[in-house]
């Protein structure tokens, strides 16, 4: 089945500065990628998402890429604030019916 | 409009005993999906119904689990004789339609404790 690898598990950056979150994953007809935030004690809430027929694609502060050829996708957030701080997960669609995710990444935006 | 619930919120069970977890999609919402989020690790899923039916059961962990949805809305999750490695936060989403491509909105999760 899908496999996800999602890198960092933790990030610590200071306000203002970029982070990048980075997942890769296996299933070569995967071709939907979704990207929920979980802040602390509240639901999964999807933030951004692409499609493989596309390379980029950007939301104000947030853009994702997705390179299919390497079977990765990155998602990367700009002019980081506080409330960025949350567990980011990333999910790629499989043959099934289910999107399979990524382990978390824990990203703390300090002041 | 009103988001996915479920309830309880929180449920404290002896190992061996049965739980029923419920989640109530939000209306109109065909597609619904069960995971489970243990500490430190993703989403792991379950289950995925289309309306009644359960296409997709590959993410149940063992037979002691088991859903059913009814009129198309409310699901119950049913663990039988709860183990331990069970406890994890139980967290239900339901979607527009049938593709993976139409947004998800999860639900506030019951966590689940099996002492």
């Known amino acids: 089945g899908e496999n996800v690898e999602q890198h960092p598990s933790t990030l610590s950056v200071q306000e203002g500065d970029s982070a990048v979150i980075k997942c890769t994953y296996s299933?070569?007809?995967?071709?939907?990628f979704p990207w929920y935030k979980q802040e602390l004690g509240k639901r999964p809430q999807l933030i951004i998402d692409?499609?493989?027929?596309?390379g980029e694609k950007k939301d104000q502060r947030i853009a994702v890429t997705l390179n299919k050829t390497a079977k990765h996708f990155s998602l990367h957030i700009t002019e980081t604030q506080p409330e960025d701080s949350a567990v980011y997960f990333c999910?790629?669609?499989?043959?099934?019916?289910?999107?399979?995710f990524g382990k978390g990444t824990s990203l703390l935006v300090t002041p | 409009g009103a988001g996915v619930s479920q309830s309880p919120s929180n449920k404290v069970t002896e190992k061996g005993k049965d739980v029923e977890l419920r989640c109530d999609p939000i209306?109109?919402?065909?597609?619904l999906y069960w995971y489970r989020q243990s500490l430190g690790q993703g989403l792991e899923f379950l289950i995925y119904f289309q309306g009644n039916s359960a296409p997709d059961k590959s993410g149940l962990p063992s037979d002691r689990f088991s859903a059913e949805r009814t009129g198309g809305s409310v699901s119950t999750l049913t663990i039988q004789r709860t183990q331990q490695e069970d406890s994890a936060v139980y967290l239900c989403?339901?979607?527009w339609g049938q593709g993976l491509e139409e947004t998800q909105y999860f639900g506030p999760g019951t966590r689940l404790l099996v002492l």
């Open positions: 999910a790629a669609s499989g043959s099934g019916y289910a999107l399979n």
């Open positions: 989403a339901s979607s």
């Open positions: 692409i499609r493989s027929n596309v």
């Open positions: 209306s109109g919402h065909t597609a």
């Open positions: 299933d070569s007809a995967s071709n939907y």
